[in-house]
Nanobody
Framework: VELAESGGGSVQAGGSLSLNCTVSGYRYNIYCMAWFRQAPGKEREEVATLPKFGSPKYSDSVKGRFTVSQDTAKTTLTLQMNGVKPEDTAIYYC?????????????WGQGTQVTVSS
């Protein structure tokens, strides 16, 4: 499948931003969708996972502030970001994987930049 992120931009601390990931094509064995992020000079970090059968999980750094969801047609994955902080500044990527445990991801988007100013 092809993944395309959108919705990134600049926002002030405390504000909100919504990222979308459009899923194109079809692969029968997608069992997990996820959002990752990578800040300059830092390793890629898993932000949220949404298993096909199960509940979403969040990293401790975003828990209570971010919400991941998917439309019923499974064509758009959304990351609602509330109460953003400067440390949320990063390139955000969506990913699709064939493992129900959300441990490996085969398809990745190109990323969208999120910049949070204090």
């Amino acid at each position: 499948v092809e993944l395309a992120e959108s919705g990134g931009g600049s926002v002030q601390a405390g504000g909100s931003l919504s990222l979308n990931c459009t899923v194109s094509g079809y692969r029968y064995n997608i069992y997990c969708m996820a959002w990752f992020r990578q800040a300059p000079g830092k390793e890629r970090e898993e932000v949220a996972t949404l298993p096909k059968f199960g509940s979403p999980k969040y990293s401790d750094s975003v828990k209570g502030r971010f919400t991941v969801s998917q439309d019923t047609a499974k064509t758009t994955l959304t990351l609602q970001m509330n109460g953003v902080k400067p440390e949320d500044t990063a390139i955000y990527y969506c990913a699709a994987g064939s493992q129900a445990l959300c441990r490996e991801f085969e398809d990745w988007g190109q990323g969208t930049q999120v910049t949070v100013s204090s």
